[in-house]
């Protein structure tokens, strides 16, 4: 049976736990120490008061004892233990449409989207992905949705889908004695539908309905020999409301939280033993690959995910920031992993010393651009950019993460006209490592074993001489979405159209996006270099 914990008490089926300890003492006899820890049951009626103190009374997720919902759920996590001592049924999984992800055009809100499939029979909704939530949402028995249909976007063949549980044989409504409902305790019965709200920080931003558990259709194999698709329960959130930004064109057919809690799709897949308990996301320019189970390649470099607070995200330890061979001192801090964030962004004392180096050893004319407020912009000399110094952040371990570019150039009507370092400061000491650093990388997410791996990647060589394939054979592609250059706000740093699903108490860290609409400085027109992508992300 599982081991849980909970303010420091054991749940398990037992009453005590006794260790003897001899210690030797100084004359060489042996004293013989008795200690003894009280276990519990995870059902026990101790436990379930302790869980009342903690939460204010929310006990939904103890079922009643010897009841049918209590042997159920014991058999359930029996099951699940046996497919983890099983091993995954699978290498890799990704979505039935294919592993490609797209970045979008001004009509999406430059988010990062792919097709995926849900219900039987299967609907395919375009979703964005989202490292830092976790909740997987489409709209469904729309009260308040984005427009669905394909005139209301640029360069789309078809509508949008909307879900409709009862059209789906394999759906089933979330009761709310099920222990991931967190709305619980607004519930009348038990066995009421489960509801769901999620608040975010921009412009009355929200999504709520009721939860939903229906199939994932997912695809493992890269030839038709060797094809299998794989239809995985999961829970969604049917949206029947959104607010804010939802219902103009950011995320309108939905999004997949890939965050850390229980209720994302990553860990559905590794609970129920399809996959590893790990994804991975390699972006590049225009598009990007998404692979759920890769742990990544033997030689790829990792740093280990640490607690922070009560934030439940992909947070890491720079131990120290370099700009060529030089590493600076003092320049360490905790930055939260988040490819949602266009730039990245660094706690100030860290920001001034690193930048400062940085444009110390350029070689090119600082330059401050009419209606721009980044700090550290540069004329071109000549019609090519020039040489940059590399960054670099070391983990413990001596582990290097080399920015492949970190600037952004400006364009003007006769081309580019110069070029801005795209690092900004932030208050407080946490700092975000945002996509303008993960180009050229695939970046691993490893929930198993807590920590981040990245490698060198061109985004269409994943296989490890394992096969990883790039789009199932025979599978129907996605209609390919226009891909434009990002744009950003006058203030100079972009605006989050959505952030922070379900917010943090202590918010440490600001979430940025990019967001549609063109800033002219005089004729010229700031666009991110290289072209990027954009995650919805928010904290959980």
């Given at each position: 049976?599982g081991?849980?914990?909970?303010s420091?008490?054991?749940a398990l089926?037992?009453?005590v736990?006794?260790?003897?300890?001899g210690?030797e003492?100084?004359?060489?006899?042996?004293?013989?120490?008795l200690?003894?820890?009280?276990l519990?049951?995870?059902?026990?009626?101790e436990?379930k008061?302790v869980?009342?103190?903690?939460?204010?009374g929310e006990?939904?997720?103890f079922?009643?004892?010897?009841s049918?919902e209590?042997?159920?759920?014991?058999?359930s996590?029996?099951?699940q233990?046996q497919?983890v001592?099983?091993?995954?049924q699978f290498?890799?999984?990704?979505p039935?449409?294919g592993?490609?992800t797209?970045?979008?055009?001004d009509?999406y809100?430059w988010?990062?989207y792919t097709?995926?499939?849900?219900g039987?029979?299967n609907?395919s909704?375009?979703?964005?992905?989202?490292t830092?939530?976790?909740l997987?949402?489409v709209?469904?028995?729309?009260?308040?949705?984005a427009?669905?249909?394909?005139?209301?976007?640029?360069n789309?063949?078809k509508?949008?889908s909307?879900y409709n549980p009862?059209?789906?044989n394999t759906s089933?409504?979330?009761?709310?004695?099920?222990?991931?409902?967190?709305?619980g305790?607004?519930?009348?019965?038990?066995?009421d539908p489960?509801?769901y709200?999620?608040?975010?920080?921009t412009?009355?931003?929200?999504?709520?309905g009721l939860l939903?558990e229906d199939?994932?259709?997912?695809a493992?194999?890269?030839t038709?020999?060797?094809?299998?698709?794989v239809?995985?329960?999961?829970?969604?959130?049917c949206?029947?409301?959104?607010?804010?930004i939802?219902?103009?064109?950011v995320?309108?057919?939905?999004?997949m939280?890939?965050g850390?809690?229980?209720?994302?799709?990553?860990s559905?897949l590794?609970k129920?033993g399809?996959s590893?308990?790990?994804?991975?996301?390699?972006?590049k320019?225009d598009?990007?690959r998404?692979?759920?189970?890769?742990?990544g390649?033997?030689?790829?470099?990792?740093t280990?995910?640490l607690p922070?607070d009560?934030i439940n995200?992909?947070?890491?330890?720079?131990e120290?920031s370099?700009?060529e061979s030089?590493?600076?001192?003092?320049?360490n801090f905790?930055?939260?992993v988040d490819?949602?964030?266009s730039?990245?962004f660094l706690p100030?004392a860290?920001y001034?010393?690193?930048?400062?180096e940085f444009d110390r050893?350029?070689?090119?004319t600082k330059f401050?651009?009419?209606g721009d407020?980044w700090q550290?912009?540069?004329?071109?000399s000549?019609?090519?950019?020039?040489?940059?110094?590399?960054l670099s952040?070391k983990?413990?371990a001596?582990?290097s993460f080399?920015v492949?570019n970190p600037?952004f150039?400006?364009?003007?009507s006769q081309?580019?006209?110069?070029?801005?370092l795209?690092i900004?400061?932030?208050?407080?000491d946490?700092?975000t490592?945002?996509?303008?650093f993960f180009?050229?990388?695939?970046?691993?997410?490893?929930?198993e074993?807590?920590?981040?791996?990245?490698s060198?990647?061109?985004c269409?060589?994943l296989?490890?001489?394992?096969?990883m394939p790039?789009?199932?054979?025979?599978s129907?592609?996605?209609?390919?979405?226009p891909?434009?250059?990002q744009?950003?706000?006058?203030?100079?740093?972009?605006?989050a159209?959505?952030?922070?699903?379900r917010?943090?108490?202590?918010?440490t860290?600001?979430?940025?996006f990019?967001v549609?609409?063109q800033f002219?400085?005089s004729e010229m027109?700031?666009?991110?270099?290289p072209?990027?992508?954009i995650?919805?992300?928010?904290?959980?």
């Amino acid at each position: 049976m599982g081991v849980t914990t909970m303010s420091g008490v054991l749940a398990l089926p037992l009453l005590v736990m006794v260790a003897v300890v001899g210690i030797e003492n100084g004359g060489g006899a042996v004293a013989v120490e008795l200690f003894s820890s009280k276990l519990m049951h995870r059902f026990s009626d101790e436990l379930k008061a302790v869980s009342v103190s903690r939460s204010g009374g929310e006990v939904a997720r103890f079922p009643r004892k010897w009841s049918s919902e209590y042997y159920r759920r014991l058999l359930s996590s029996d099951l699940q233990r046996q497919k983890v001592k099983l091993g995954p049924q699978f290498d890799y999984l990704f979505p039935s449409q294919g592993s490609t992800t797209l970045s979008t055009g001004d009509d999406y809100g430059w988010l990062h989207y792919t097709w995926i499939d849900i219900g039987t029979p299967n609907v395919s909704f375009l979703v964005a992905l989202d490292t830092g939530s976790d909740l997987l949402w489409v709209p469904c028995d729309c009260m308040q949705c984005a427009p669905l249909s394909a005139s209301y976007y640029s360069n789309l063949g078809k509508d949008l889908s909307e879900y409709n549980p009862s059209d789906s044989n394999t759906s089933k409504v979330v009761p709310c004695s099920h222990h991931l409902c967190e709305g619980g305790s607004s519930c009348k019965s038990p066995k009421d539908p489960c509801p769901y709200r999620v608040n975010y920080d921009t412009a009355d931003t929200s999504t709520s309905g009721l939860l939903i558990e229906d199939i994932l259709h997912l695809a493992s194999g890269g030839t038709a020999a060797s094809k299998k698709f794989v239809r995985a329960p999961i829970m969604l959130g049917c949206g029947s409301k959104q607010s804010g930004i939802y219902l103009s064109g950011v995320a309108p057919d939905g999004l997949m939280g890939l965050g850390l809690g229980n209720i994302s799709v990553p860990s559905f897949l590794s609970k129920a033993g399809f996959s590893r308990n790990s994804f991975s996301l390699c972006l590049k320019e225009d598009t990007g690959r998404i692979f759920f189970g890769d742990q990544g390649i033997p030689s790829q470099h990792t740093t280990p995910f640490l607690p922070f607070d009560d934030i439940n995200a992909y947070i890491v330890g720079v131990e120290t920031s370099c700009v060529e061979s030089y590493c600076l001192e003092k320049t360490n801090f905790k930055a939260l992993v988040d490819s949602g964030t266009s730039f990245t962004f660094l706690p100030d004392a860290v920001y001034q010393k690193l930048a400062g180096e940085f444009d110390r050893q350029i070689n090119a004319t600082k330059f401050s651009f009419e209606g721009d407020q980044w700090q550290y912009c540069y004329k071109f000399s000549s019609e090519e950019l020039p040489k940059t110094p590399s960054l670099s952040l070391k983990f413990s371990a001596n582990n290097s993460f080399v920015v492949m570019n970190p600037v952004f150039a400006i364009y003007g009507s006769q081309g580019a006209v110069g070029f801005c370092l795209a690092i900004q400061p932030t208050n407080g000491d946490i700092g975000t490592i945002g996509q303008n650093f993960f180009i050229g990388y695939r970046m691993v997410f490893d929930r198993e074993n807590m920590k981040l791996g990245w490698s060198h990647s061109n985004c269409e060589d994943l296989t490890d001489e394992k096969g990883m394939p790039m789009t199932p054979s025979g599978s129907a592609s996605p209609k390919p979405l226009p891909t434009t250059q990002q744009q950003s706000k006058p203030n100079g740093r972009a605006v989050a159209p959505a952030e922070a699903g379900r917010a943090p108490s202590k918010s440490t860290a600001t979430s940025v996006f990019l967001v549609p609409g063109q800033f002219y400085i005089s004729e010229m027109m700031l666009i991110f270099w290289p072209a990027a992508y954009i995650f919805l992300a928010f904290y959980c």
